[in-house]
């Protein structure tokens, strides 16, 4: 509890300093200001790649469960802790789904669904070239969902939108223009499909 109100608190000092750095500046009253948020900004940022280097995925807990009308400010610290480098990031993410659908604790937060939809909008704030930084891990993931569908059945919609995500990308970069890149991807499309298709359950986001 302490480290995610730690990250929060962290998160919130640097959405609130990067905003009124943002801001028109005019009178010495708001320079005054906005050196106070650059050096708040700067001790916020110090403090979650201390967060982020001690416990990854702890931080990646807190930050999807923040509304996600921030998630492009997530988006946008997540690139300042990993160096732009999604590569790093979204291993834990897969590896954060991957615990709760096996866990026998339904209670967790953020859940499967909220992880899930977090990945798909996490794959659309990255750039088309950084695809094949992290199209290894990302086909990994897939080959593991779509061997026990059943086990993610409530969350296919949303692997199924990350597939199309990586596709529409894929095909804006010459990675994505190779024939086994190509065939990959369609064969992960058409395996899950279906099966998101099939599972019906209220929680699933349409």
């Known amino acids: 509890i302490c480290f995610a109100e730690s990250t929060k608190i962290c998160f919130e000092i640097w959405k609130e300093s990067d905003a009124s750095l943002k801001k028109r500046n005019d009178t010495q009253g708001d320079l005054s200001i906005k050196y106070q948020s650059l050096k708040l900004k700067h001790k916020s940022k110090m403090l979650l790649e201390k967060l982020y280097e001690l416990e990854s995925v702890e931080v990646l807990k807190t930050m999807i469960l923040v509304n996600n009308v921030d998630y492009p400010v997530v988006f946008k610290v997540l690139n300042v802790l990993d160096g732009t480098r999604p590569q790093l990031t979204i ?116």
């Open 91 to 206: 291993p834990h993410i897969f590896k954060l789904i991957n615990t709760i659908v096996r866990s026998t604790n339904k209670q967790q937060s953020p859940n499967v669904l909220e992880t899930s939809v977090f990945l798909v909008e996490y794959a659309k704030s990255l750039q088309n070239d950084s695809i094949e930084d992290v199209y290894d891990d990302s086909m990994n993931f897939l080959k593991e969902v779509s061997s026990d569908l059943s086990t993610y059945k409530l969350i296919l919609i949303n692997v199924v939108k990350f597939i199309s995500v990586i596709a529409q990308k894929l095909r804006h970069s010459k990675f994505g223009e190779q024939k086994k890149t190509k065939k990959e991807i369609g064969d992960m499309f058409l395996k899950i499909l279906p099966a998101s298709l099939n599972f019906k359950n209220v929680d699933v986001s349409s």
